[in-house]
């Protein structure tokens, strides 16, 4: 037996307006003048004087802005790096994401691919990145993914939506300010929360569960029960508490897997493009006979947040269709057999997950 030896972020601030830190952070990281800082930005904050204002660019230092509208691509993340090389003399001192799980694995996707040949849909896997990345910062303004912490950087490319697996991935420094996600809206603030509820579950309740998963799971499980099941948190410290809940989460799959609604919903997101937070939950709606408990509380969650997920998703799709989206969930093993067991492929069939894909 050998167990896995995992890079985790080196340096992380946490704090209420710690943003406002953003350019001492960097300013020692500068290469040199032709070496810019290049900020990628949710462009929902496009206009954003209290966030904008923040950021100080010098020389050759720039923002550009990113709608998250989608989830990113690998021909995407080409286009950027594309785009840096030919505005650039020199390559980047820095890469900074600021936003949520799009902006943050797009700011590490581009970091990886300004120093490795090729195209991104190369590196979808684990482990074939060659080369360190530029020095990249995450700063999350919604809570949820974990991809603050994580080591991948999930992509849909034009064979498969997979990510990029490597010890190169994590960020070199993370921004934790809570204050960034106060506008998050509610509907929203809830799919990538439960992002973080369903890591959580997938986790605990995986065959690939160890006492580090364990512990940091089980943190993440609590925050998230008090977070969206009890009254008595304020506004700032439901905001301070996600934050944590994402990372805890994170740091839980880091060690074990996720499950069967993660596998699903990359279905989903390959042929309809249903994102991420809200594809899971249109899944996980559906696993009682999986997740018993989870799904329990899941329920609850919904109710009391008023949360209504869309229905008949899948009501007008083909036999292809759900071939498609089939073969993209089996394709995701580890998540399965995490799940299962070993022996996942006599317990769980195309049949099964066709019908379970039709209800949604
Ligand atoms: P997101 O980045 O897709 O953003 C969701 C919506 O919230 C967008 O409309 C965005 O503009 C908006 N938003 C974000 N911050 C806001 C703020 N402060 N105020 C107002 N609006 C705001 O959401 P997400 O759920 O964080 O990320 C989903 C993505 O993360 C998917 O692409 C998924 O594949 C990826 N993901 C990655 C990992 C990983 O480990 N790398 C893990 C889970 C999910
Ligand atoms: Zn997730």
């Known amino acids: 037996m050998s167990y896995k030896n995992f890079p985790m972020v080196p340096r992380v601030i946490f704090g209420r307006g710690s943003f406002n830190q953003i350019n001492e952070v960097l ?51 080409d286009q950027l790096v594309e785009n840096i090389i ?7 001192s820095g890469i900074i994401g600021i936003g949520g799980g799009t902006l943050l694995d797009l700011a590490k996707a581009v970091s990886i691919m300004l120093t490795n040949e090729g195209e ?6 684990w482990d074939l990145v060659k080369n360190p990345a530029i020095y990249h910062v995450g700063i999350p303004t919604i809570s949820g993914t974990g991809a603050e912490v994580s080591r991948t950087t999930v992509l849909t490319g034009p064979e498969k939506k997979l990510g990029i697996n490597s010890d190169f991935t994590p960020f070199d420094q993370v921004i934790l300010d809570s204050e960034l996600t106060k506008d998050v809206p509610q509907n929203q ?18 065959t690939y569960l160890n006492t580090f998963s364990e512990t940091y799971g089980t943190m993440a499980l609590d925050l998230c029960k008090e977070i969206f099941m009890e009254d ?36 989903l997101s390959y042929l309809l493009g249903t994102k991420h937070g809200i594809g899971n939950c249109i899944v996980f709606d559906h696993l009682e006979d999986y997740y018993p408990e989870g799904v329990k509380l899941f329920k ?43 022996s996942w492929k006599k317990t769980i069939t195309r049949a099964k997950l066709k019908a379970l894909y039709q209800k949604m």
């Not at 230092?61 to 690998?74: C, H, L, M």
């Not at 030919?86 to 980047?92: I, V």
């Not at 083909?318 to 089996?330: E, G, L, P, Y």
């Open 27 to 77: 300013a020692p990281k500068r290469l040199s003048i032709n070496a810019p800082f290049i900020y990628f930005i949710d462009d929902v904050f496009k206009n954003n004087t209290w966030l904008l204002s923040r950021i100080s660019l010098s020389y050759e230092d720039r923002i550009v802005f990113v709608s998250a509208k989608e989830e990113p691509k690998t021909s995407q993340v």
């Open 232 to 267: 008595n948190l304020s506004d700032e410290e439901m905001q301070e508490k996600l934050m944590m809940a994402s990372w805890h989460g994170g740091m839980s799959i880091a060690y074990s897997q996720v499950g069967i609604a993660h596998a699903m919903s990359y279905g």
């Open 120 to 125: 991104a849909k190369d590196y979808q896997g």
């Open 189 to 206: 603030w809830f799919y990538t929360g439960m992002d973080c509820y369903i890591h959580c579950i997938e986790s605990l309740t995986g």
């Open 300 to 342: 609850k969650m919904k109710a009391k947040h008023n949360i209504e997920l869309p229905q008949g998703i899948c009501a007008d799709l083909s036999d292809k269709d759900f071939d498609t989206m089939i073969n993209v969930a089996f394709s995701l093993e580890p998540l399965w057999e995490n799940a299962l067991g070993k």
């Open 86 to 92: 030919l505005e650039s003399k020199a390559l980047p």
